[in-house]
């Protein structure tokens, strides 16, 4: 059975970070394309970041320059690293792999930016 477990989400002051994870079982996640999208009340589910299996990122445009996203195969896991958030940046973020066809997804973790 094929689980994402997302974690590191909270409550975080403007300008502050966080690093969320995505921890895979069930898949060998290095072979495995992996992002994280997120979405917030009232707003289409938009795309984050995304890691390929051979290493190539991409980022939404909103995030570009803030977010960092990687992967330890060693781990099964994928991170997301967050610096500068805004409170525009409150959403639920979910953790996603997909192969040839496939994909799955994680429960999602929240993120609040507010002072």
């Known amino acids: 059975q094929v689980q994402l477990v997302e974690s590191g989400g909270g409550l975080v002051q403007p300008g502050g970070s966080l690093r969320l994870s995505c921890a895979a079982s069930g898949i060998i996640s290095s072979i495995y394309a992996m992002g994280w999208y997120r979405q917030a009340p009232g707003k289409q589910r938009e795309l984050v970041a995304r890691?390929?299996?051979?290493?190539?990122?991409n980022y939404g445009d909103s995030v570009k320059g803030r977010f960092t996203i990687s992967r330890d195969n060693a781990k099964n896991t994928v991170y997301l690293q967050m610096n500068s958030l805004k409170p525009e940046d409150t959403a639920v973020y979910y953790c996603d792999a997909a192969r040839l066809g496939a994909g799955y997804w994680g429960q999602g973790t929240q993120v609040t930016v507010s002072s």
């Open positions: 890691i390929t299996s051979g290493g190539s990122i």
